[in-house]
């Protein structure tokens, strides 16, 4: 492997002034004559590649599995990392649970230090931004052993912005511990739509404001361990009632409300000096009524982001095999229309080739200029320098080993999930359960495939919680869609338990989880229901005399869920959204700012 001195050789001279540790405001743009001379030396082509963020498939830069190997061919024309390196010298990689980029923390440094050497082996030497969508929730594609912590709306019920920095201080530092040196997170999101399929919990919740303060805090976290962040979906994704990975969602918002709602928390990001933001392949008329996505929308990205929020920093796209961004374009002209809108990093394009010699041909054609692109590069390459890659782009695996799913992050993870939980209903005082009283516990309800890393199923995890805490637990997994006949089989074991604890996932009107929770009630045994997705759950389910909500199925706030229903810890979270009647969408069950405790 290169040592540091080969490394500060290859960048042919990107000095010892942008080491690893010096400190840099996010727009400090003191190393600009450095980076000015390494990008007059680059090849248009070099200069190309640099703007792309792109996924491969396997464990290893060199030695991936046969299957992986296959997938690089058919889908990227190259058999490694390292080879797709070579050949388009991108600027970013992307990893992926299901591309096999994640085993294990050890191999996840290996993979990226062997993606750090092939690119700063090339001409130039210039190190790979490795990023990673680690929003924690719902979304996170590095598990355990790493730290999970619970996602943006349970922080948001929680309301701390000690949590929030610490969430990604520590998420930060066992990222970069692996050799991931960007985060796409925070969502800076206001989640205004309790439809909304694709933002959800994913958000800190519908107060622009409170939004803003906890992406403020997240993004100071990550940067204190070096890790890029990255706020998206600009100009705002919240309030969107259609999947933009499958559709092509569309904010009705005035110019005004969305100053007031959707902007609040960007421009909190914006001070707060973030790294980078990401585009949303949403339209946005009273932005640009052109009909175009916000990620191609020069208004949008250059007028708004850039020119009344002031933001200088990198811009990246989402993925640009969504759907969003596709429809009204193909896939050679919006690599080109994203460039000419503003944005600097290209994520993802379904075919790798397709975009890259879309870009070359539109600067050899006039359509986009060299300076134009030069304008990218130098931003990316601020964003190396200022993590200190130009310096220190390896890591190694005893740092892994002290850091990652270290015992005192996996305790701050346990507290400040405690600290989320949200008791929403408590009839007559149901909850705590007591072990004398209500010792015997049946476990049912929704199991959805557990978020990366994580144990799972959620009824099993809830159950062996309640073990550890004294209780008798039997798991009945009832799924998502009970049929009848899981329905009485779950009736029938609820009448030789104590308690029924059920576990609910995202419940509509028609939904047969609803037909489930009814006649578990119905048999006159305790039942405690847990949202474990969106809080909305409770307002299809009236009768429930308990309801809490964790916002998530991952292990660490489902065990800090048994911890309330057991009375080890008094429910603390305060909903940071608001839950309306289903009879009534006008009228509010519960408002932002509910929450019971014992």
């Known amino acids: 492997m290169p040592s540091r001195r080969t490394v500060l050789a290859a960048t042919m001279g990107v000095t010892a002034s942008l080491a690893a540790g010096t400190p840099a405001h996010a727009y400090d743009h003191a190393d600009d ?18 703007l792309f963020v792109m996924r491969v498939y396997g464990h290893s830069a060199t030695a991936p599995d046969q299957a992986d190997i296959d997938a690089n061919l058919s889908e990227l024309g190259v058999r490694t990392a390292a080879e797709l390196i070579a050949k388009y010298r ?3 990689i992307i990893y992926f649970s299901w591309a096999h980029n994640t085993r294990d923390p050890h191999q996840i440094a290996d993979l990226s230090n062997g993606i750090q050497k092939a690119s700063l082996s090339q001409p130039r030497g210039l190190p790979v931004l490795i990023a990673t969508d680690q929003e924690h929730g719902i979304v996170c594609r590095i598990g355990k052993p790493a730290t999970l912590f619970p996602g943006a709306m349970a922080i948001g019920a929680g309301g701390s912005r000690t949590d ?22 925070p969502d800076a999101d206001v989640n205004v739509n309790p439809a909304n399929p694709i933002i959800g919990v994913r958000s800190f919740g519908a107060d622009p404001d409170a939004v803003a303060g906890l992406v403020a805090a997240e993004v100071a976290g990550y940067q204190d361990s070096r890790v890029a962040a990255t706020a998206k979906h600009f100009p705002g994704h919240g309030d969107t009632a259609v999947d933009s990975h499958t559709g092509f969602p569309v904010i009705t ?15 909190a990001a914006v001070r707060a000096g973030i790294d980078a933001i990401m585009t949303a392949h949403i339209k946005v ?3 640009d009524d052109s009909g175009d996505p916000a990620t191609l929308s020069h208004p949008i990205v250059t007028g708004v982001l850039r020119g009344e929020l002031g933001y200088d920093g990198v811009v990246v796209t989402d993925s640009l095999g969504m759907a969003g961004v596709r429809q009204k374009y193909g896939d050679e002209r919006v690599p080109v229309l994203a460039l000419k809108a503003g944005v600097d990093q290209l994520l993802d394009p379904p075919s790798l080739d397709i975009a890259w010699n879309a870009v070359l041909k539109a600067v050899r054609g006039g359509e986009l200029t060299e300076a134009r692109l030069d304008e990218s590069v130098l931003r990316v390459l601020r964003l190396k320098a200022r993590l200190g890659l130009f310096e220190e782009p390896y890591v190694t695996r005893a740092v892994v080993d002290l850091v990652v799913g270290g015992a005192g992050h996996l305790a701050a993870a346990d507290r400040i999930a405690e600290r989320t939980t949200t008791l929403l209903v408590n009839s007559a005082g149901l909850l ?9 516990v049946l476990v049912v309800g929704a199991d959805p495939a557990s978020p990366s890393g994580t144990t799972g199923p959620p009824t099993g995890v809830l159950a062996a919680a309640l073990r550890e805490l004294g209780f008798t637990a039997t798991v009945l997994s009832t799924g998502a869609a009970p049929s009848a006949e899981t329905v009485a089989k779950a009736v029938a074991a609820a009448r030789a338990a104590d308690a029924v604890v059920v576990a609910t996932y995202n419940v509509t009107a028609a939904d047969p989880q609803k037909t489930l929770v009814e006649q578990l009630v119905a048999t006159g045994r305790p039942v405690v229901a847990v949202a474990v997705r969106n809080p909305y759950d409770v307002a299809q389910l009236p009768g429930v005399p308990a309801y809490l909500a964790s916002y998530s199925w991952t292990d660490v706030e489902l065990r800090a869920a048994a911890r309330v229903i057991a009375g080890q ?6 909903l940071p959204v608001a839950v309306r009647r289903a009879d009534d969408p006008a009228q509010v069950l519960y408002p932002a700012g509910h929450g019971l405790s014992y």
Request: hydrophobic share 35%; glycine share 14%; no cysteine.
């Open 90 to 92: 991108v600027g970013g």
């Open 569 to 574: 810890v008094s429910p603390r979270g305060k």
């Open 432 to 440: 705590p359960l007591s072990r004398r009283t209500h010792g015997n």
């Open 33 to 50: 004559p450095e980076l000015r001379s390494l990008i007059s030396r680059m090849p248009l082509e070099e200069k190309v590649g640099q």
């Open 253 to 267: 918002h005035s110019r005004e409300l969305w100053g007031k709602l959707d902007a609040v928390p960007f421009r």
């Open 164 to 185: 929030a920095r610490t969430v990604g201080r520590i998420s930060g530092a066992e990222l970069r511990a692996m050799g991931v040196n960007q985060g796409y997170s």
């Open 285 to 287: 008329p009273a932005l």
